[in-house]
């Protein structure tokens, strides 16, 4: 048995910056409006023809390597999280394989949203731990900015998100102290229409029925979110699935370094902050930046923090995610 380490880290965002008064020009909202229910004061948004999900992880993902001193032909297997992939079929995986040039290695697509970079991981740690691959590619990617309803009626949900990409390389870890000590992962299927997008879908309205309509009313094809009670499963779940991470390695809250949350909204990780005391040097917060990017938020936020410094060798890093489905879960990593 052995354990996974992320050995190198990446991140891509899109150059183009869109604040709060530059969404103000088109919905009605504005940037107090915006930050006091967020946190968020500015997001990436692709430019069509520049970027895409699959493009934007394959940036990520060739930092990551290059940091890793992995080279490309030792990378045994591709676990790509998002809910934005570039076609309804094939997934992204797939292309990233493509266009980084890697062997005929097995690509995996994970669709389970914001916690999708935390389920990628936990897939990737378990070919390791076992012993079936060496070095696992993980990417979380996303691109919201295309799919959103850029109008006042759906204000509530499209200044939340934004457009992005990280990634990790994970590879063997013999030291049995270090690596990923565990992941936890769970999911609430009742909850799963009070964040989500149902058309284009099979068993709901597929493309044909959204033609035939051509209702303008129609909404399907946009998400929806109950955000009071996404907000309240979410404070409860975090904080439960950090604990079982804790409690499963022995570990109190005061060995904490260092806490990646989802990027979902700041008064979430404020909340979570607070509930389990922990300073502003122990929890690391960017979607003032760049909005929810939904499966790529920790990857990008997990690489901003090493670049910083604020992730060194020894520490302990705890990783944890909520979001539709509902699914949630955590991580645990001694760096």
């Not at 990378?75 to 394989?97: E, K, R």
């Not at 949900?157 to 990634?167: E, L, N, P, T, Y």
């Not at 008064?267 to 509930?275: G, L």
């Not at 938020?297 to 410094?309: K, M, R, V």
Request: negative net charge.
């Amino acid at each position: 048995m052995y354990h996974s380490k992320i050995a190198g880290l990446g991140f891509y965002v899109p150059s183009n910056v869109v604040t709060n008064d530059d969404l103000s020009k088109i919905i009605d909202t504005n940037d107090e409006w915006i930050q006091e229910r967020t946190g968020i004061q500015e997001r990436r948004h692709i430019i069509r023809g520049e970027d895409t999900t699959t493009s934007m992880g394959v940036k990520a993902a060739e930092i990551a390597i290059e940091r890793s001193g992995v080279a490309k032909e030792d990378i045994d297997f591709v676990v790509f999280a998002t809910l934005s992939p570039d076609y309804y079929f094939p997934g992204p995986g797939v292309l990233v394989q493509r266009d980084l040039g890697l062997r005929t290695v097995g690509a995996l697509d994970v669709r389970n949203q914001c916690s999708g970079f935390i389920y990628a991981l936990s897939v990737a740690d378990q070919y390791i731990k076992t012993g079936m691959y060496k070095n696992v590619l993980v990417i979380g990617s996303e691109v919201h900015s295309t799919g959103l309803d850029m109008t006042s009626r759906g204000r509530g949900v499209s200044v939340i998100f934004g457009d992005g990409a990280g990634a990790a390389v994970l590879s063997r870890e013999e030291d049995l102290t270090k690596g990923i000590l565990s992941t936890h992962l769970h999911s609430e299927g009742q909850h799963a229409e009070e964040l989500a997008l149902v058309a284009p879908g099979m068993g709901a309205r597929w493309v044909t029925d959204i033609i035939a309509d051509n209702d303008p009313d129609d909404e399907s094809y946009y998400p929806y979110m109950n955000g009071q009670f996404v907000f309240k499963n979410a404070v409860v779940r975090f904080a439960e699935v950090i604990n079982e991470g804790l409690q499963a390695n022995n570990l109190q809250v005061s060995d904490i370094d260092m806490l990646i949350p989802h990027q979902a909204n700041l008064r979430i990780s404020q909340f979570i902050q607070k509930k389990f005391g922990l300073t502003d040097d122990q929890v690391y917060n960017n979607i003032q930046k760049y909005g929810n990017t939904t499966a790529a938020s920790i990857p990008i936020a997990l690489t901003e923090a090493w670049e910083q410094g604020k992730i060194k060798s020894g520490d302990t890093v705890v990783l944890a995610a909520f979001g539709s489905g509902f699914t949630w879960g955590s991580a645990i990593i001694k760096w």
